[in-house]
């Protein structure tokens, strides 16, 4: 079974990379696990055209297929996100933007296999756990278009650096147990 763990912010060194490192890191004796970045791909945001609705094509040509086929080859997905300004950020709303070929609320659309599990991790700076709730809705919002069974999420609350994640990792272990 393969894993597919993605990195939402843009920072390849810092802390949601680091949570992504471990969920990576405790998921490898289970499953094949392949790592990403959002940044890694270059899209561009959506233009609104709504010419997916009729063709399930996108008009533009760039890296969105390739981290769909990334998708489509995972049986499990986790999505590691940053809060920016209480949500996930700008490089990851405009992946899920122009992933309308494949939702589900028109005809015809693209279509990922069935039968996917998906996860969410937030973080944030602040204490607020309703922020990390918030972003954990917008992945579950965007799996549930895609049709992936949304399993599970986790907020971690007080986390601004990369050294700040050691003091959660064996949450961010135990939540692993349950992928």
């Not at 990195?7 to 471990?22: L, W």
């Not at 094509?57 to 997905?77: K, P």
């Not at 971690?156 to 135990?174: A, C, F």
Request: proline share 4%; glycine share 6%.
């Amino acid at each position: 079974m393969r894993a597919l763990v993605i990195n939402c912010s843009p920072v390849k060194t810092g802390a949601t990379a680091e949570i992504s490192r471990i969920v990576s890191e405790e998921l490898a004796d289970r499953y094949d696990v392949k790592s990403v970045c959002i940044d890694d791909y270059d899209f561009s945001f959506c233009r609104g055209c709504r010419s997916c609705h009729a063709t399930a094509e996108c008009v533009q040509q760039d890296d969105v297929d390739i981290l769909m086929s990334e998708f489509e080859q995972a049986d499990v997905i986790i999505s590691v996100s940053p809060s920016y300004w209480a949500d996930v950020p700008g490089q990851f709303k405009a992946f899920i933007d122009r992933c309308t070929p494949w939702c589900n609320t028109h005809e015809p659309h693209k279509s990922i296999p069935s039968g996917k599990k998906g996860y969410a991790i937030a973080l944030r700076t602040g204490p607020n756990v309703a922020e990390c709730n918030r972003i954990i809705g917008t992945i579950e919002h965007f799996y549930g278009h895609l049709e992936v069974d949304c399993c599970g999420g986790l907020g971690l609350t007080s986390i601004e650096y990369r050294e700040d994640v050691e003091t959660r990792k064996q949450e961010i272990i135990d939540f692993c147990k349950a992928i």
